[in-house]
């Protein structure tokens, strides 16, 4: 995997951390993503959802990192945890994700704007595949 350009992962991290300045940005999220599936709503029934946010923090950061050029070691652990022998997340779900990340980025970073969220789309893009494919 070649990193993408610094000027994509940079803007995407500087957003991000914009995003992580309210707890809220990972609650939204969650509201976001569960109000687009019935299906995923009933994934998250019984989720110890603070532990969820967390989680989340840190696979978003992953996937920026790994986009930066990092190892993709823990996006192939995810991978595994998410494939049709862990979780068995639902390879078409991925793309509901990134739809609910950029509608929660979008309100909360003061300085998104459609450039900022294509860029988030493609410095995300390698990682989620990774994920995606070890279904």
Known sequence: MHPLSSSDTDAVFQSYGRCCRNEAFFADFYDLFMAKSAEVRQVFRN???PE???LLRAGIMWLILYARGASG???RDL???H???GYDINPSWYG???DALMEAVARH??????QLLTQW????SPGIDLIRDAH
């Open 96 to 98: 509901l994700w990134v």
């Open 79 to 81: 991978g595994r945890t």
């Open 121 to 124: 789309r493609q410095v995300l």
């Open 52 to 54: 969820q946010r967390r």
């Open 109 to 114: 970073d003061v300085h998104h704007s459609p």
């Open 83 to 85: 494939s049709r022998h």
């Open 47 to 49: 989720t110890d959802m």
């Open 73 to 75: 070691n823990k996006l």
